[in-house]
């Protein structure tokens, strides 16, 4: 498990030109400008840090939902503890602690997506299956899931099908009795690779789902009764 401390991702933000130059925004080709559509939330702004800091936008949007203090360590503690639970349930899993959250990382050794394809594989659901009880052992988290695609095919294809990975990830683990108001998913399309789309070992590792876990509003509170707030 790695630990990324806010610090030091903040810093490296300010110095590594998160601004997007009006240049580089008119140098970008059709299919750069079509992977951001669609992203939700705070998507757009943790892709940035992400691309800035090599967390993706998952840790991106832990980043910017970072609390700090006393609180944010208390909730920080909670989360170290998960993350550990995280990768013994699923060593095949890249798990991350960034700020008050965990990146989680599901690519192709635990969760597979065949070209063109959002539907879950066997052994995909039996990786899914073993995260279940550590996510039902934290009840106060939020987990947000960003779906990936390969080059393969338009951006506009490639954003709708990442949504859709994402969906299939959320309504599978709704259906082994999670909370789906727990969840927001949100397709990335083409965006932050994380390996190269020209071989098809890249394109496979590409194929992906990434989760952003952070403390509810409850797990909030709490932390705040308990650091004297």
Do not use: H, W
Request: glycine share 12%; aromatic share 4%.
């Amino acid at each position: 498990m790695k630990k990324v401390s806010v610090f030091i991702v903040i810093v490296a933000v300010i110095f590594s030109n998160v601004l997007v130059s009006c240049e580089a925004t008119k140098n970008a080709n059709n299919t750069q400008k079509g992977a951001g559509i669609g992203a939700i939330g705070g998507a757009l702004i943790g892709g940035i840090i992400g691309n800035n800091t090599g967390l993706g936008t998952a840790g991106g949007a832990l980043i910017g939902a970072a609390i700090g203090g006393g609180t944010g360590a208390l909730i920080g503690k909670n989360m170290d503890k998960q993350a550990r639970e995280i990768e013994t349930a699923l060593p095949g899993a890249q798990v991350e602690r960034v700020g008050e959250g965990i990146r989680l990382v599901l690519g192709e050794n635990a969760v597979r997506f065949d070209t063109s394809k959002s539907t879950l594989t066997a052994a995909a659901k039996a990786n899914l299956d073993k995260l279940v009880p550590v996510f039902n052992q934290y009840p106060d988290t939020n987990i947000q899931i960003f779906g990936y695609t390969d080059s393969t095919g338009s951006p506009e294809f490639n954003l709708r099908l990442s949504e859709q990975r994402a969906i299939s990830v959320e309504k599978y683990l709704e259906s082994k009795g999670l909370n789906m108001s727990r969840f927001k998913m949100v397709g990335m399309g083409i965006a932050d690779p994380i390996a190269s789309n020209d071989t098809p070992e890249g394109r496979s590792q590409n194929r992906r789902v990434e989760f952003a876990i952070t403390a509810n509003e409850k797990m909030v509170q709490d932390a705040q009764k308990q650091s004297g707030k």
